[in-house]
């Protein structure tokens, strides 16, 4: 069994998708890993210490000779068709940005796999990338407000008079915006969070922060995997008018609300900007889907009447090492499914974790939702 970790470094992006600590678990007398020179430089992992953890390091043959191939976003389409008929490819794929790449994916007979879909179910949590990666992002969201916010974050009482603590409003209150309270707490800000599912009251007072009650009647805001459900156009409205005061008043708003598969709902409007005291920090972790504030320019920090608007994509990137090394504590669970003892490959179609994930088996693509996308190109 081949294991091959490809360099992503090409593509901008920092992480990768197998540490030295993680192979050293994999590594085995039937189990080989194969990493591309360099896959780990932007990460602070040198080739030496993949050699040290019992890799081995390889060129762009990799691709060809795996038998299964960990990456961290999707590979370039001639990447893929470099792949062998049989071999598996897990990665945080974005599929639905990706069809012409499922498409080469299953005509060349490869099983890929989108760590976006897993079940988040309790057996799943170790290999759950979508919270190990939203963690990172919500603690460096904090880091980048306080990097560009005019006053500290703690109270300070010195001689020359005290410092009132800066106050943070965290709109989203799901993996990212639980960790984002709890970092922001840390540095001594006060806190105050909203999430339109009443079930997060709890979670974000144990993690430090005062829960803004709304009178929205979301009591059915939840769907049955425990995500949001889209609010309507007019309950949007209302908590759009309704979240005002606490912008206005906020030092720094950060916000994380996502609906899946749908775009970021637009919670800050325009004029709510303007009435933000100069200074002000927004940083918008809902960039990568358009964005939480109607101003945010995805991928740019932008100001507006002296508030800054930090629209940044791939925050997780920016944390690279630790993010990396949660990343493949994740992609290691997943493949403890898929190896046997003996070294031999088996996907259990009918185990629901891996169900949740493949995209594409044996030559077709099998995954209902892709099917459905597939089926409107
Ligand atoms: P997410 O990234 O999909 O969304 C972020 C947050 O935005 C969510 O908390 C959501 O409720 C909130 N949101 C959506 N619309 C909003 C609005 N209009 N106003 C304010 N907030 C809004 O969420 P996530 O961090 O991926 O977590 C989703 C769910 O999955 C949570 O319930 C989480 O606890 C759960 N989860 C379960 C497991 C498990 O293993 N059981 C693991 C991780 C996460």
Not at 132 to 148: D, F, H, P, R, T
Request: contains cysteine.
């Amino acid at each position: 069994m081949k294991i091959f970790v490809p360099n992503q470094t090409q593509s901008d992006e920092t992480r990768v998708a197998m540490v030295p600590a993680a192979i050293k678990k994999i590594v085995s007398p039937v189990v080989q890993v194969l990493v591309e020179r360099n896959a780990g430089v932007l990460s602070s992992h040198r080739d030496e210490a993949y050699v040290g953890a019992g890799a081995q390091i390889v060129g762009d043959d990799g691709w060809a000779a795996a038998d299964v191939v960990l990456v961290v976003r999707a590979p370039a389409i001639e990447q893929a068709r470099a792949m062998r008929s049989g071999a598996v490819l897990i990665g945080m794929l974005s599929p639905n940005k990706n069809l012409e790449l499922l498409d080469a994916l299953a005509q060349q007979g490869v099983s890929a796999m989108a760590m976006e879909y897993l079940p988040r179910i309790t057996r799943a949590q170790a290999m759950d990338t979508l919270s190990s990666q939203a963690n990172i992002a919500g603690y460096k969201a904090v880091i980048l407000a306080a990097e560009k916010c005019p006053k500290i974050f703690p109270m300070l009482m010195t001689a020359a008079g005290t410092l009132q603590p800066v106050k943070v409003f965290v709109i989203g209150a799901g993996v990212a915006g639980l960790q984002a309270i709890a970092t922001a707490r840390r540095l001594g800000a006060v806190v105050t969070a909203y999430d339109v599912r009443p079930a997060v009251k709890e979670q974000v007072q144990s993690v430090g922060a005062k829960f803004m009650e709304l009178p929205l009647e979301t009591a059915g805001a939840q769907d049955a995997g425990g995500y949001a459900k889209e609010l309507s156009p007019e309950q949007q409205a209302r908590q759009r008018e309704m979240m005002k005061k606490a912008i206005r008043e906020s030092d720094v708003v950060i916000t994380t609300a996502a609906i899946p598969g749908k775009p970021a709902p637009k919670l800050i409007p325009a004029d709510a900007v303007g009435q933000m005291q100069p200074g002000s920090v927004i940083v918008d972790l809902a960039a990568e889907t358009g964005g939480n504030c109607e101003l945010t320019e995805p991928g740019k920090t932008i100001e507006k009447n002296g508030v800054t608007i930090i629209g940044i994509l791939n925050v997780p990137a920016t944390v690279p090492f630790h993010a990396s090394q949660v990343y493949a504590a994740n992609l290691a669970g997943m493949l403890k499914l898929m190896i046997t003892k003996e070294g031999q490959l088996k996907i259990d179609t009918a185990d629901e974790v891996i169900a949740g994930v493949l995209l594409c088996h044996g030559g077709a693509i099998v995954h209902p939702r892709m099917k459905e996308l597939m089926a409107h190109v």
